[in-house]
Structure formats: C-alpha cells, structure tokens
T-cell receptor, first 116, second 113 residues
Framework: GAGVSQSPSNKVTEKGKDVELRCDPI?????LYWYRQSLGQGLEFLIY????????KSGLPSDRFSAERTGGSVSTLTIQRTQQEDSAVYLC??????????????FGPGTRLLVL | KNQVEQSPQSLIILEGKNCTLQ??????????LRWYKQDTGRGPVSLTI?????NTKSNGRYTATLDADTKQSSLHITASQLSDSASYIC????????????FGTGTRLQVFP
C-alpha cells in the first residue's frame, strides 16, 4: 500500500550538469505525470505517460528535458545541462486509469532541485 | 485564456477559528474542480472534487462550494487546527481538451496556537 515515492528528496547540482530524478508510482496505476513547482508558482505540467501510449510531452519546457517510463512502472525525468532557472520542486503523480480530468492523482513528496 | 486565481495569497488565523479560501476560474468548458492540500515538503493531497452539477462537498472539517455560473469556488475550514497549516491549491479541469488541468498558485494558510 505504498504511495508514490520519489528520489532523491533533494538534489544540489552545478549549472551545466545533468540530473536524473526518479519516480515510483503506486503499484497498478497506469498513468504517471511529472510536474514542476517553482517558488510562488502553480504546478506546471511537464509530461504524461498512459500505459503503452505515446507520452504527452507538450509541457516540457525545452529539449533539455526528457523522461522515460520503463516497463510501465518506474519513470525517470532527465534534465541535461541544467540551468539555474531549472531550480524547483519536481513532483510526480500517478492515477489508476489515466483519465486525468476525472481521476484523482496521487502525488509523491517531490524532488527539490537546486542548481547553483 | 484558461486561468485559475486564488485568494488570498496567504492567510494567518488562530487555532479554532474558521476561514474561507477563494478560487475564481475562467476555464471553459468546465469539467470539474478540485481542492488539494499541500503540506510543506510534501506532494498535494486531494481534499474534494466537484463536477458541474455539484454545489457543495464536504470532507470532515473542509467544505467546498462551487458556483458554476459565476465560476467561483470556496474552501471553508471549520474549527481550524495547527495541522491545517499548508498550501491549498485549486485545480480546474478543462473538458474535452485532453483533460488538461489548470492549477492555481495556492493559498498559504498558517494556523497559530
């Protein structure tokens, strides 16, 4: 009965370095979402995975951002050549069937990324 | 433009008091509206979800109201507790647009003893 987990909890990196953030969704949930939450801002949608369908990448802010979901479970968000404006909390959520307008999404605790 | 605006931006109340948080949206067509609670350092947790036809929904001491005509929602917290200190986020779903969610920036509530 574990919830959504994310790792690492906190990540400090230098500008220009690549980072990988991991998300373990709730077992059995077919849909997985990545969001970014900057200080004082609302959640910003990044990417959405639903089963074997092609992911909705419409929220990715640049080609430095990419995400994978292997085996329909664990997902990794990769940010290449990090910039200071990438500093934010990166939240992962999952839902049972992926009807994202109707279903409740269950969020992980987030990864706090600080780019120096 | 689909937007969700929340007020106040922050709020301080004393333990035991009631408070009301506001959410105004310009999302159209509207599908549903959710309120989430986000504790510091945690991910958001769903409190309530309301569709077009629902006017009010309660979850313990939390009561959400929805006026789809004026496109306003409120979250009323009764007999506040210290554990209510958190950010409260209003989220509106756009109908038929790949179920896009529009997030408000939240109201930061602090409850003092």
């Amino acid at each position: 009965g574990a919830g959504v987990s994310q790792s690492p909890s906190n990540k400090v990196t230098e500008k220009g370095k690549d980072v990988e953030l991991r998300c373990d969704p709730i077992s059995g949930h077919t849909a997985l979402y990545w969001y970014r939450q900057s200080l004082g801002q609302g959640l910003e949608f990044l990417i959405y995975f639903q089963g074997n369908s092609a992911p909705d990448k419409s929220g990715l802010p640049s080609d430095r951002f990419s995400a994978e979901r292997t085996g329909g479970s664990v997902s990794t968000l990769t940010i290449q050549r990090t910039q200071q404006e990438d500093s934010a909390v990166y939240l992962c959520a999952s839902s049972l069937r992926g009807n994202r307008g109707q279903e409740t999404q269950y969020f992980g605790p987030g990864t706090r990324l600080l780019v120096l | 433009k689909n937007q969700v605006e929340q007020s106040p931006q922050s709020l301080i109340i004393l333990e035991g008091k009631n408070c009301t948080l506001q959410c105004n949206y310009t999302v159209s067509p509207f599908s549903n509206l959710r309120w989430y609670k986000q504790d510091t350092g945690r991910g958001p947790v769903s409190l309530t979800i309301m569709t077009f036809s629902e006017n009010t929904k309660s979850n313990g001491r939390y009561t959400a109201t929805l006026d789809a005509d004026t496109k306003q929602s409120s979250l009323h917290i009764t007999a506040s507790q210290l554990s209510d200190s958190a950010s409260y986020i209003c989220v509106v779903s756009v109908l038929y647009n790949t179920d896009k969610l529009i997030f408000g920036t939240g109201t930061r509530l602090q409850v003092f003893p």
